[in-house]
């Protein structure tokens, strides 16, 4: 089935998605989440791993072009459906391993939050820059994160939007392994998977998430609800506004 926003294959159970707006660093549109979806639906009954991310990056968040049309009730929408997309990561039939190149910002970083392995290559950064744009993070930033990392470590990547290198990304437990190629690592590891017992690597999966998920889905919708309200602030649309302003020169 051909896609908008990504590019799929399939090689030896694996199934591969790479997000494909680079030109717009793979920010998140509604249309790239609903192309997600749709590929891991199709590649669920002939793979056995799944391997995504961005050949340069993997994604620099939201789009956020899109975000000065949104009233509140749309924004808790798309915020509503990027959480949607987290949660079917975490409870995909299949491990879901992404690759993390270049930028992994905001809505990238906190989808790969969500996936079962994130192997980084040593050149990435790592951040969770929405205070800058008067809003919260989203997709599990600050309910999935405070569980990565711990919860001050959290709130300093919340607080500051600081960039973190690999390294720090590594040191902090945000990313699981470095790697001089992600891409090709991320491969190695599905194929490892792939010989593995398909039911016994169905229920590990399903058992690690029993003891990790509980009240994610309510308080993901809490964290959705904050964010659609943000977007009634005239602070939060004016940096909205100057953010875009800058893009644009």
């Known amino acids: 089935m051909p896609y908008k926003t990504i590019k ?3 090689e030896n159970g694996t199934g591969f998605i790479y997000f494909d707006r680079e030109d717009h660093l793979n920010t998140i549109t509604v249309e790239m989440i609903n192309d997600i979806s749709s590929a891991l639906s199709d590649m669920e009954s002939t793979c056995r791993s799944i391997v995504i991310g961005g050949k340069k990056n993997f994604s620099a968040g939201a789009d956020v072009l899109q975000f000065p049309e949104l009233d509140p009730s749309e924004a808790y929408e798309f915020h509503r459906k990027l959480n949607e997309l987290a949660l ?8 879901v391993i992404s690759f993390l190149n270049g930028y992994v910002f905001g809505g990238g970083l906190e989808l790969s939050l969500s996936t079962d392995i994130r192997v980084c290559s040593n050149d990435a950064q790592l951040s969770q820059p929405e205070i800058g744009l008067g809003i919260n ?4 930033g600050n309910v999935i994160l405070p569980h ?3 919860r001050n470590r959290a709130l300093y990547m ?3 939007g600081a960039r973190l290198n690999a390294q720090t990304a590594y040191e902090f437990g945000l990313v699981d392994i ?3 190629n992600a891409l090709e690592e991320a491969t190695r590891l599905g194929q490892i998977i792939n010989t593995k017992p398909e039911n016994t690597v169905k229920l590990a999966k399903r058992a690690v998430n029993n003891t990790s998920s509980s009240h994610i889905k309510t308080n ?3 964290e959705a609800a904050l964010f659609g309200i943000l977007f009634s602030g005239e602070e939060t649309k004016d940096r909205i506004n100057n953010f875009i302003k800058k893009k644009e020169k």
Not at 88 to 95: G, K, S
Not at 137 to 140: H, I, T
């Open 8 to 10: 799929t294959e399939e």
């Open 178 to 180: 470095l790697a001089g």
């Open 88 to 95: 079917y990561f975490r409870e995909y039939t299949w491990p």
């Open 158 to 160: 919340i607080l500051t």
């Open 220 to 222: 993901l919708d809490y």
């Open 137 to 140: 993070a989203g997709a599990g």
């Open 148 to 150: 990565v990392v711990g």
